[in-house]
Each structure stands twice: as structure tokens, then as C-alpha cells.
């Protein structure tokens, strides 16, 4: 398959891990003979820093007339720590939703048998837990009106939703779930809110359209607890934008670890990549970030093309290293690699033959393990 993929690394460790997705996805295409075309193109706080904006038209235009976006990350800490500042990275990342019309995010969240230890949860609580979270990503609050009054004591964000906007991305919700343990859950506030009480009466009349898939339903706040207590409870979930931002980061401790989740934001037309985790600058350079968030959302860029085959090696790829211990020091503090070591481990094991084995006197001394 031809394809043509923009790339975004963006700030902090974003270009390290990106560096790294593209070698994987580089190693898949000659395996499976595709034809990946990179082109790489500025975005964030470094893009502010050359021109003035978080998102050059350049590098829209490049985003437009790509089959997909692969994302890093962004932000730094002279934007986070200044409240004032009129241009911000994040505004770069918002724009780029909206205009590739990106109105679903996915992301799947699942606890490796070996990380269980990982995890501040009970590894009896979070054993078997494997999640994905579709969030609608382009509404809500986020999008919505705001104002503050002229004395500056009141401030105003409206959070508005249509059905039109409920309903494409409950039909991908309900069609993931069809695939899976056929349950969907919709997390909402309907005792409350009437945002919520429209995704509610929405997507219980959609429900008739998939009789196979059970569909349940959870405030928020229930949500949250349910996320603590019992997270093997979940399958699909769907919710509303703020919600769907705050119970995806409730869920990423269940992994042990923010730099294993991937994401995925499609639309109609345009999809991006990029793991969930932020720009961390304080690690920038010192070769400790951990790439696997972001090749797991290279791997999803296959999904997205139906790739399938392929971006199943990629993650059976990743459960050897886990189960190896061949890991970045969030995972492994008293053996651990390097992000480059990491991404050169992962890519020799998708180019071998998986007749190949592990020498474990390579991966005590921290070389390539293919022999």
C-alpha cells in the first residue's frame, strides 16, 4: 500500500519518540513491501518560535494532502507557566482537530500481565482490564462560546452538542464494540446536564440499530469510581468531550505507565496519530523517554488502513520487550534502555524472521538481540 504520512514531532521528547515510530513504521514497510512516503513538517512551541503560529499553513496544507498524521507532542513550560500568553502550543493542536475534522479520538487502554506491579492500582483490580475509549473530540465545552465580563468576575464556556454530532461517533463506538465483547458504555451527567441528556435519549434509539452489542450507561462521577474499582468492567466506552478527557486519563494509570497509550483522532477524510502523553521537557535529550505510546499509535495508523496483519507485529513486537524487561526506566529502573535502544529492539524484531531468537547476553549488555 502507498501512503503518505505527515510527520509532527512537535516539542519536548515528541521528536525523540517520532524518531522512533517512523524507524517501526519504516521496518514494516520494507517487510510487507508498502511504500510509506514521510514528509516532516513543524507544529507547537517550536513552531511559534519560527513564525509566530502553533500551526503554519505550511504545515496544515502538508496535513491536508497526506493519508495520515503521525503526531509527538507539544508544549513548554515559558507557555504552561505563563497564563497570560495570547499564542499557545495547544491552540496549534485544537486547530488541527478542527480543521482535518477530526471528531473521534480512540484510545485503547489495557494492563500488561508484566506491568501489573506498575500500576499505584491493586494488580487483582486492574488484571485482564483491556478498554477503548472513543471520545468525541471536536464539541463540547471545549469549542464552545466563551466570554468574561468587562470587570472580569464572571467568566462563561458553553457546551453545546447536536444529534448530528452524537450520532457519528456513537456508530463507531457501537461498530468497535461489535468487534469486541459486544458492551458499550455511554459515560454522560443526564441527571444534570441536557448536553447529556440529548447524547443519553441519542444513542439509547441508535442502540436499536445494533440489537448484538449490550449498552449500558454511567455518570461521570460513577464512572471515575468504576474506572478505581473494577476496570475489568469495560469494553467500549463513548462520551462527550470534557468527560472522554478526563476518564482517558483516569484510565492511563491502569497500564503502569502514560508512555504505553496510544491515540488515534479520525474524521471523514483525515486521521492523526500520537501517544496521549505530553511534550515533558525535562527529559528532553536525555534518551529516556519511552516510545511505545507512540509506536502502538503508528500501529493503529495501520488499523486505520486496514493493516491489520501488520500492526499485529508491531504489538506482539511490543509484548516480547515488555515481557523481556527490554524497557525505558518508567518500566525498568534498574536495567533499564534507552529510547533509541528500545526503537532499535522493536525494529529488529519486526524485520527478522520470527524464527530468530533472543540472546540474552545482547540484552544484558543492552545491543541488538537478533541473531
Given at each position: 500500500?502507498?501512503?503518505?504520512?505527515?510527520?509532527?514531532?512537535?516539542?519536548?521528547?515528541?521528536?525523540e519518540?517520532?524518531?522512533?515510530?517512523?524507524?517501526?513504521?519504516?521496518?514494516?514497510?520494507?517487510?510487507f513491501?508498502?511504500?510509506?512516503?514521510?514528509?516532516?513538517?513543524?507544529?507547537?512551541?517550536?513552531?511559534i518560535?519560527?513564525?509566530?503560529?502553533?500551526?503554519?499553513?505550511?504545515?496544515?496544507?502538508?496535513?491536508?494532502e497526506?493519508?495520515?498524521?503521525?503526531?509527538?507532542?507539544?508544549?513548554?513550560?515559558?507557555?504552561?507557566?505563563?497564563?497570560?500568553?495570547?499564542v499557545?502550543?495547544?491552540?496549534?493542536?485544537?486547530?488541527?482537530?478542527?480543521?482535518?475534522?477530526?471528531?473521534?479520538?480512540?484510545?485503547?487502554?489495557?494492563?500488561?500481565?508484566?506491568?501489573?506491579?506498575?500500576?499505584p492500582?491493586?494488580?487483582?483490580?486492574?488484571?485482564?482490564?483491556?478498554?477503548?475509549i472513543?471520545?468525541?473530540?471536536?464539541?463540547?465545552?471545549?469549542?464552545?462560546?466563551?466570554?468574561?465580563?468587562?470587570?472580569?468576575?464572571?467568566?462563561?464556556?458553553?457546551?453545546?452538542?447536536?444529534?448530528?454530532?452524537?450520532?457519528?461517533?456513537?456508530?463507531?463506538?457501537f461498530?468497535?464494540?461489535?468487534?469486541?465483547?459486544?458492551?458499550?458504555?455511554l459515560?454522560?451527567?443526564?441527571?444534570?446536564?441536557?448536553?447529556?441528556?440529548?447524547?443519553?435519549?441519542?444513542v439509547?434509539?441508535?442502540?436499536?440499530?445494533?440489537?448484538?452489542?449490550?449498552?449500558?450507561?454511567?455518570?461521570?462521577?460513577?464512572?471515575?469510581?468504576q474506572?478505581?474499582?473494577?476496570?475489568?468492567q469495560?469494553?467500549?466506552?463513548?462520551?462527550?468531550?470534557?468527560?472522554?478527557?478526563?476518564?482517558?486519563?483516569?484510565?492511563?494509570?491502569?497500564?503502569?505507565s502514560?508512555g504505553?497509550?496510544a491515540?488515534?483522532?479520525?474524521?471523514?477524510?483525515?486521521a492523526?496519530?500520537?501517544?496521549?502523553?505530553?511534550?515533558f521537557p525535562?527529559?528532553?535529550g536525555?534518551g529516556?523517554?519511552?516510545?511505545?505510546?507512540?509506536?502502538?499509535?503508528?500501529?493503529?495508523?495501520?488499523?486505520?488502513?486496514?493493516?491489520n496483519?501488520?500492526?499485529?507485529?508491531?504489538?506482539?513486537?511490543?509484548?516480547?520487550?515488555?515481557?523481556?524487561?527490554?524497557?525505558?526506566?518508567?518500566?525498568?529502573?534498574?536495567?533499564?534502555?534507552?529510547?533509541?535502544?528500545?526503537?532499535?529492539?522493536?525494529?529488529?524484531?519486526?524485520s527478522?524472521?520470527?524464527?530468530?531468537?533472543?540472546?540474552?547476553n545482547?540484552?544484558?549488555?543492552?545491543?541488538?538481540?537478533?541473531?
Amino acid at each position: 500500500m502507498k501512503l503518505k504520512i505527515a510527520v509532527l514531532p512537535g516539542d519536548g521528547i515528541g521528536p525523540e519518540v517520532t524518531k522512533q515510530s517512523v524507524k517501526i513504521l519504516k521496518a514494516i514497510d520494507e517487510r510487507f513491501d508498502h511504500d510509506f512516503e514521510f514528509e516532516e513538517a513543524i507544529v507547537g512551541a517550536i513552531a511559534i518560535d519560527r513564525t509566530g503560529d502553533p500551526l503554519p499553513h505550511s504545515t496544515l496544507e502538508l496535513c491536508k494532502e497526506s493519508d495520515a498524521v503521525l503526531f509527538g507532542a507539544i508544549g513548554h513550560p515559558k507557555y504552561d507557566n505563563d497564563p497570560a500568553a495570547k499564542v499557545r502550543p495547544e491552540q496549534g493542536l485544537l486547530k488541527l482537530r478542527k480543521e482535518l475534522g477530526l471528531y473521534a479520538n480512540i484510545r485503547p487502554v489495557r494492563a500488561y500481565e508484566n506491568l501489573l506491579e506498575h500500576s499505584p492500582l491493586r494488580p487483582e483490580r486492574i488484571a485482564g482490564a483491556d478498554m477503548v475509549i472513543y471520545r468525541e473530540l471536536t464539541g463540547g465545552i471545549y469549542f464552545g462560546e466563551k466570554s468574561t465580563s468587562e470587570d472580569g468576575q464572571t467568566a462563561n464556556d458553553l457546551c453545546t452538542y447536536s444529534t448530528y454530532e452524537i450520532e457519528r461517533l456513537a456508530h463507531l463506538a457501537f461498530k468497535a464494540a461489535q468487534k469486541r465483547k459486544k458492551k458499550l458504555t455511554l459515560i454522560d451527567k443526564a441527571n444534570v446536564l441536557e448536553t447529556s441528556r440529548l447524547w443519553r435519549k441519542t444513542v439509547t434509539n441508535m442502540a436499536k440499530e445494533y440489537p448484538d452489542v449490550s449498552l449500558d450507561f454511567l455518570f461521570i462521577d460513577n464512572a471515575a469510581m468504576q474506572m478505581v474499582l473494577d476496570p475489568k468492567q469495560f469494553d467500549v466506552i463513548v462520551t462527550e468531550n470534557m468527560f472522554g478527557d478526563i476518564i482517558s486519563d483516569e484510565a492511563s494509570v491502569i497500564g503502569g505507565s502514560i508512555g504505553l497509550l496510544a491515540s488515534a483522532s479520525v474524521g471523514f477524510e483525515n486521521a492523526l496519530f500520537e501517544p496521549i502523553h505530553g511534550s515533558f521537557p525535562q527529559a528532553t535529550g536525555k534518551g529516556i523517554a519511552n516510545p511505545v505510546a507512540s509506536i502502538l499509535s503508528a500501529a493503529l495508523l495501520l488499523d486505520h488502513f486496514n493493516l491489520n496483519r501488520e500492526a499485529d507485529v508491531i504489538r506482539k513486537a511490543v509484548e516480547e520487550s515488555i515481557k523481556l524487561n527490554v524497557c525505558t526506566q518508567d518500566l525498568n529502573k534498574n536495567n533499564h534502555y534507552s529510547t533509541e535502544k528500545v526503537g532499535d529492539f522493536l525494529e529488529g524484531r519486526i524485520s527478522e524472521s520470527e524464527h530468530h531468537h533472543i540472546n540474552d547476553n545482547n540484552l544484558t549488555i543492552g545491543q541488538m538481540t537478533i541473531i
